[in-house]
Structures are given as C-alpha cells and as structure tokens.
C-alpha cells in the first residue's frame, strides 16, 4: 500500500510538473497580440492569426498589417511579394518595441480583400502614438520632396517633408518618379498611409513618419499658385524678412554658388560675402563650384539664419569661389556690429597637426593655429564603395585646410568673444601639406626618452648583476670574520707571486703567524671574544704591512702573509707585530694577553722549484720551533 501511495505522489508530481513547464497557448487574433503589454511581449509568445496587409515593403523585410481597429508591425525574414488589401495568416513570435510588433516565421497568402478605412487624425494624435501602425489619413502642406536609395537595396523611393497642423510630419512614399514629387511642391494634401514614428535610442518617440504605399494615397487638395522655382530671389541676408502668410513663414528662393554637399544634409550656397547653410534632404548629384537655385523656408535660431526642408536645382555653369585665407582668430571671433564673419563661408586656414582619426562616418584633423585648437572634418560618402584611405600626415606637419567655416554649437555664441568652429571640407584634396613634420618632434622625445631610460635601467641592471658576481667572487677568496684572504684567495695569489719570483730570480718573505694559546682563550672567554682576538690580529697586521703585502687567514688561527721587504728587516717586522697585538688588546682591557709564533722563511731559487704547499710546510716547522719557546717561559691564563 505505502508503496503505491509513493507511485501515485511521484505521479503527480511529474504531472504537475509537465503541466508547468507546458508551452504558452498560441495567440490567435490581432486583438490579443495589440492588446499585449511589452512585458508580456518580450516573452516569445507564439502567434498565428489573420490580418490584412496594410503596407509592405519586402525589400527592407517589413510590412503592416491590420484587422479592425487593431494593427501590428511584422518583421520579415521570408514571404510572398504583398500588396495592400491581401490577406494573409502569420505565424511568429511576439517581441518588445516601442508597441508589441510581430516576428514572423512564415506568412501564407489567403487572398486579396478590402482595405481598413482610414481614420481621418492630426499631428497630436500622431505625437502620442494614439494610432500607431494603422492606416490614417492626414491634411497637410507638402514643404519638400526627394528622392532616396534604400540602405538595404538598390531600390530608390521618396520622402516627403509634411507641415501639418503647423508640426513636422515624415512620410515614405513609394515613388520612383522626380517629375511626380515636383508637383507636390507646396500642394495642400491628404496623405493616407501608416502611422508610425521615429525614436531614439531609448525607443521614446521623437517624431512621427508615415508609410504610403503609393502616389495615389497622396490626394492634391489645391496645387500650388505657381512653381516655387518661379519665386524671385531673395538676397541671402533678407530671407527672413519676407511677409509671413495666415501666421507661417512662406518658402523663398536664394542664388549662389555651391561650396559644400553633404548629401541628405546640408548642401551651402555662397554669393559674394553672403553665405547661407541650407538643410535638405535631396541626395541628387551636385557639383562643387556649380551656380544653383535653392528654396527653403527660412529659420533664424541663436544667431544663425538657415534654410529648412531645402530644394536644390544646380545650373551646370560652374562659377568656383575663391577660399578667402583666414586666422584662427578671424574665424572664431564674433561681432554683431560689423559684416565680417566667415560664418557658413568658404575659408582656408593653416595649422599645425596633433591628432587625427576616422570615425564611423567622417574623417578628423585636430590642428593648432595661433595657439589654439580647431578641428577639420571630412564627412564619408554615403556610398561606403567610395571611401577613399585616410590621408596619412605625421602629426606635427604644417597643413592648409580649404572648407567651410561652421560653428560648433549655436549656444556657445557671444557677441564680442570667441566661438569654437569647425572646418568642413569638402573632399581629400582639401588638405595641402605645407611644410612636414620636423624629426625632432614631441612624439620623437618621448621616444628618445623612453629609450635613454631603457638605456639606464639596462646599465643598471648589467651594473648590478656585475657588482653582484664580483661581490661573489670576493666572498670566494675573502675571510668573513677578518676581512683577509681565505686559503683560497691566497693560494691563488701566492702561487703567481712564487712563479714570478722564480723566473725573475727575485725573493720575498713568508711568515707563518699562529696564536699561541689560542684555545685556551676560547675555553676561557667563549668563541666570541675568541673571534675578538683573531679580528685584533688581523688589525695589527694590517698596520704593520702595505697594502700591497698579501696577508691570509688560512686556517682556525693561522696566518701567512707575503712582502718583498729586505731579508735583514725580519726581526724588526716580527717585534713591530707584537707590540701592536699588545697595544690593541691593552686598549680594549681584554682579560689576557696575545702572543704569536712567527715563522719566517725566505722564499727565492735557493730553494728549488718546489710547491707553494711545500713552502708554507717550511715556514710552519720554524713557526712551532718558536711557538715551543713560548710555551716554556710563559704561564697558563
């Protein structure tokens, strides 16, 4: 019995478990999934439902769809070329975004049917993402229209600028044709398409965008009057003057040479002294130098007057400005009181380079002038194929950069004071070198510098290790407790002083030194003052000779020593020893006296060629016939 209740608890058990661990139920409707929070999003749900397709754009792997009031972004990774007002079913996974959106595994056409209607809505509602990936109908100004490539396929489409409500709408129209977008130019419209928006890198919303699938969703309410190209020109310097109309600011024309593109965002107009930095998002080809006509709508912010939502139709006559040369305080100082900024101009300034780099999408030169720094700036094609290498400059080289003058930040502007500023260049070849850059450079002198250190560190290491074995190889011949040659040491020395006495039939003397008594002492007053005496010994001998005298200690307490002083000095050397082992244990008030047995052999020819040993045998026999002296006229300790 307790064994079936086991197996019936363990049961369970896995029942319970299978049926927590069992996959999420599969969504069904668009409903549900719009209904979802980005929480419960970001789970993977699985989903399978029908919707129709609102906006597809296969190229770049997306479309919308919908299914009454309630619609979806779906991502694609493979499906059937679309068309709004196909049905299909989806089949994914939910994922998190800025509203839940749709990753589709596979999506299967059902069949073509009828497209939601459209709800009539304004920016406001827009902004707040009420309606977001459904189809709305918005009224609006178009205040530009251009032509773009897409980034993922060589598909190009358009983008229209909208004013509506007196905000900024982006709309994404499928149309290849510029003749078509020309003839939006200032026309009153409803625009049907899909609501979306743009976002930052938080997925908070910046802005909003339309998707419109084609020129038949963009309904001209009223053409313009006539071609904006036919407004007259306005000189530079007056185009925020121009009368406004029912409260906004009307589109107006300037002319000038161009002297800066960046395609899809600034292209600069100059005439003259005038200048104006013209926003656009054209990515049509135009040519530096070339005359232009540009409308826009003026905007006048921090001090600096621009074109916005700017169109851009070059002549072909090409007409070059001229860079104006110019100091790093020309250019950064700004004046309202006289007409000689170089703001927007195109300007040519030389410095000396002290760093550069390459970005993501520009190429940048750091250069000093006057004693301060500014920074020339080279922008990337957008086509990456392009991209040319960067200019390689040794940093310090003297260079001439040709651009155009722009500041860093509207907010840094102070009548009466400097203002940082870039240079935009152009291209390339808007830098010339100048002068290169001398070989005695900062860089250079760190590096002569860090070697001089490597330098010295080596020698002080190869200094070290030096010292260390010749401390080594005195330790090798040197008494520690005295100081003098070991045997070793002076076996060593002795013998080549033995050879050289033989072959040039010169003598020395060797004296065999031994303390008398010297256990006694030890036995007496301890091993300590035993080392005591023998470093006396060693002190008095010291006195007593040259430096140039070898002098050992060659055993327990034994020494020797060597010296080329005369035969007949002998005893007088001997009697000198004693008293200065006398005199040093008296100062010290030592307990006992120090007497030596000294054995003194003249060492030269007369004594055969024999060995060092032999020679110290000889000395040692003469030193204990007088240690036996000794020991018969003195007393014990």
Known sequence: MKRLILTITIFLGWAAVAWGA??????????AIYSLSNVEASQSLPVAFEATVTYFRGYENFMFVQDEDSAVFVRLHASPTLVPGDRVLVKGTTAASFQPIVIAGSVTLLHHGVMPKAVPTGFDELIRGQYDSRLVVVHA?????????????????SRLQLLAEGSHIEAYLDCDDPQALEGLLNAEVEVTGIAA?????????????????????????????????????????????????????????????????????????????????????????????????????????????????????????????????????????????????????????????????????????????????????????????DLSPMIEIPLGSRIRVTGICAIVESYTINPGKEVPFNILMRSPQ??????????????????????????????TGWLAVVRHQAHMRVLTVTDPLTGLYNRRGFFLLAEHQWQLALRKKSSFLLFYIDIDRFKEINDTYGHKEGDRALQTVATALRECFRKTDLIARIGGDEFVLTTDLA????????????????????????????????????CDGSLGAHPLEDLLAKADTLMYEQKREHKKRTQPY
């Open 22 to 31: 069992a996959e999420p139920a599969t969504l069904t409707t668009l409903r």
């Open 430 to 459: 808007d830098i010339v070198v100048i002068q290169s850059a001398p070989w005695w450079t900062a860089a250079h002198a760190l590096w002569v510098v860090v070697l001089l250190v490597l330098v010295i560190l080596g020698m």
């Open 567 to 602: 035969q007949d000095s002998q005893a007088m050397l001997e009697q000198r020893l004693v008293k200065a082992v006398q005199q040093s244990v008296s100062k010290t008030g030592r307990p006992y006296q120090i007497s030596l047995s000294v054995g003194i052999l003249q």
């Open 197 to 385: 928006g743009k976002f930052d890198d938080k997925m908070q919303q910046t802005g909003v965008v339309l998707y419109v699938s084609s020129l038949a969703d963009v309904k001209i309410l009223k053409r313009a009057s006539a071609s904006p190209w036919s407004l007259p020109v306005t000189p530079m310097d007056r185009i925020i003057a121009v009368p406004h109309m029912n409260g906004l600011t009307p589109r107006v024309r300037v002319h000038g040479t161009i002297t800066f593109y960046q395609p899809e965002t600034a292209v600069v107009l100059q005439n003259g002294p005038k200048s104006l930095w013209i926003a656009t998002h054209t990515r049509e080809p135009l040519k530096i130098g070339d005359q232009a006509d540009a409308i826009g709508f003026p905007e006048a912010r921090d001090r600096l007057l621009t074109l916005t939502d700017g169109e851009i139709q070059d002549s072909q006559i090409s007409q070059p400005v001229t860079p104006q040369p110019a100091t790093w305080h020309q250019l950064a100082f700004w004046s309202a009181n006289k007409p000689d900024g170089h703001q927007d101009d195109l300007v040519s300034i030389e410095g000396v380079i002290v760093a550069d780099v390459r970005e993501a999408t520009q190429d940048e030169y750091v250069l000093a002038a006057d004693g301060r720094l500014f920074t020339a700036i080279y922008h990337h094609p957008l086509t990456a194929g």
């Open 141 to 157: 100004h178009v205040r530009a229209a251009d032509l773009l490539v897409s980034p993922l396929a060589p598909v190009q489409s």
